[in-house]
């Protein structure tokens, strides 16, 4: 079965710097990798996704990941935090078409 | 881009009470929704997943009795929380996809909260 985890429940920049959220995904086939951010009450947006063409993918809102095979990772990265991008981000992996999540990371960015 | 309204997006229910949230897409065809219950901080846990026209497949542990999904439409999707309980208390969120291979689209959420 595939699965992913993200490291660290909580991270905290300030805002300007370089946000770096991990990812990293087990599975026997590969994959397809999404990351998604919640803000509060709110239902998912989709960041960006990963289905196996570029490795680099770049998403809406100045995010990108790198699929990385030899790490099995995907992590989230934007090189300048905005005060607007404090939320709830969702690492998930497509496992035999339905969604499995990560236990997702709370960014703060302080000013 | 595909929209995806849930209604309502908060409910306040009385302890042994039914209450149906309801997902629509509303400027494309979902043949596949999703329904998710995400506890506090916690991530979204898959509950069920519904094809239009056919029985709702559930996942391991969710009640299908107490949580009733009906998919009778491509754009309508119903939850039921049957007889609910304090314990049912949680965010409820749905998605949608034109069909099983194709990006999942997800409403705002549900909040419930019963009393």
């Known amino acids: 079965a595939q699965s992913v985890t993200q490291l660290g429940s909580h991270v905290s920049v300030s805002e300007g710097a370089l946000v770096l959220l991990r990812c990293n995904y087990s599975s026997s086939v590969p994959p397809y990798l999404f990351w998604y951010v919640q803000y509060p009450n709110q239902g998912l947006q989709l960041l960006l996704k990963?289905?196996?063409?570029?490795?680099l993918v770049k998403g809406i809102n100045g995010f990108e990941a790198e699929f990385k095979k030899s790490e099995t990772s995907f992590h989230l990265t934007k090189p300048s935090a905005h005060m607007s991008d404090a939320a709830e981000y969702f690492c998930a992996v497509d496992n035999t078409d339905k969604l499995i999540f990560g236990t997702g990371t709370r960014l703060q960015v302080f000013p | 881009g595909a929209v995806v309204s849930q209604h309502p997006s908060r409910v306040i229910c009385k302890s042994g009470t039914s209450v149906k949230i309801e997902c629509r897409s509303l400027d494309f065809q979902a043949t596949t929704m999703f329904w998710y219950r995400q506890f506090p901080k916690q991530s979204l846990m898959l509950m069920a997943t519904?094809?239009?026209?056919?029985?709702?497949?559930?996942e391991q542990g969710v009640e299908k009795d107490k949580f009733l999904i009906n998919h009778a439409s491509l754009t309508l999707s119903t939850l039921t929380v049957t007889s609910a309980h304090p314990e049912d208390s949680s965010f409820y969120i749905c998605?949608?996809?034109?069909?099983?291979?194709?990006?999942?689209?997800f409403g705002q959420g549900t909040r419930l909260t019963v009393v």
């Open positions: 998605s949608a996809s034109r069909d099983i291979n194709t990006e999942a689209f």
């Open positions: 990963y289905t196996s063409a570029a490795t």
């Open positions: 519904s094809n239009e026209g056919s029985k709702a497949t559930y």
